[in-house]
């Protein structure tokens, strides 16, 4: 495993995908790589991510008729940072699963709109993809934000890029 990681960040290193507009398996690859750990939840919680809910203290997002994202894991510090790279996302997306694990299905890259655009002049990018925006008011209680989904652990009909995932879904309340 150490040596996966120490490939992963050679790779990281070589194709700079820190906010990086060029795009290539590679960045996927390299992505995946750090973030395999991450499978075992007790493994996120240690690195620092925490469950987040919406505002209305939902913690599985879904939209019917376009599926769903799953339950997020976020890593504040990451999120407060300002900076976006491919080893290191915001947030964890894991799948609830029939016997109440939870599946790692997606990474999330998240940045607060005016920290990056105080310094940007143009919205992040990552694996040759620029990040959709999210204006407030809005279902988390946040205020704007730039974010982007990368399904690198579970196949997307939408896009390996899509917010919505038709195959992910949440269980009723």
Excluded: Q
């Excluded at 050679?10 to 507009?21: E, I, K, R, Y």
């Excluded at 407060?80 to 029939?98: I, K, S």
């Excluded at 990552?126 to 999210?134: E, M, Q, R, V």
């Amino acid at each position: 495993m150490k040596r996966v990681i120490a490939i992963a960040a050679v790779m990281l290193a070589v194709f700079g995908v820190s906010g990086s507009a060029t795009a290539g398996p590679n960045e996927l690859a390299a992505a995946r790589a750090a973030t395999a750990g991450y499978h075992r939840i007790t493994s996120a919680l240690d690195a620092g991510y925490g469950l987040f809910t919406d505002a209305a203290g939902i913690a599985c997002i879904d939209a019917p008729g376009m599926g769903a994202m799953g339950i997020h894991y976020v890593n504040g510090g990451l999120v407060d940072d300002g900076a976006v790279n491919a080893a290191t996302p915001e947030a964890l997306v894991y799948e609830p699963e029939a016997n109440g694990r939870l599946r790692l299905v997606a990474l999330e890259y998240v940045v607060f709109k005016d920290a990056w655009d105080a310094t940007h002049t143009s919205p992040p990018s990552l694996f040759g993809k620029t990040f959709d925006p999210t204006d407030a008011p809005n279902r988390y209680g946040l205020p704007p934000f730039y974010s982007l989904h990368a399904w690198v652990w579970k196949h997307n009909p939408a896009g390996t890029f899509a917010m919505w995932n038709p195959n992910v879904s949440c269980p009723a309340a």
